[in-house]
């Protein structure tokens, strides 16, 4: 566990959360409200841009990291997941409203922390890429 920047990690999964926390909120809200049935595809196009936050989760872990980036970026992911979370509990013992079984609270930190990853990943192949090539030794035209 040593090789977990925790400032890295927070710090990219609050920054996302300003982000995932109106729209998990939201999802839930509509459901609650029976104004968009659980299979719609508004369900499906509104978790797919929570799992893309997931990914900038993970970039962003992985880019503060800079060393073990890959578990960095996982870490950072499953955090924003969580802290969504909590957000979406916290509204539904104010306002009422259903929460997430147990079971499907891991499924979805583990499949945050695999989009976190892959953000990392991208990080880590795009660092390459800029690093491939120097900007100060570029060749000058005669």
Known sequence: MN??????????????????????????????????????????????????????????AAKLARTHVLPNGAAAGALTYLIAEVASLVRAAVFGGTSQPFIGVIYLALLMATCGMFGAGLERRSRALREEVPRDNAPKPD
Not at 8 to 28: E, N, T, Y
Not at 34 to 52: D, P
């Open 3 to 60: 090789e977990l920047r925790w400032p890295a990690i927070w710090r990219a999964a609050v920054s996302v959360s300003i982000f995932v926390i109106p729209i998990g909120v939201l999802q839930r809200v509509l459901v609650d409200r029976k104004t968009i049935e659980r299979g719609s595809s508004a369900i499906y196009l509104i978790t797919f841009v929570i799992l893309v936050l997931g990914m900038v989760a993970g970039f962003g």
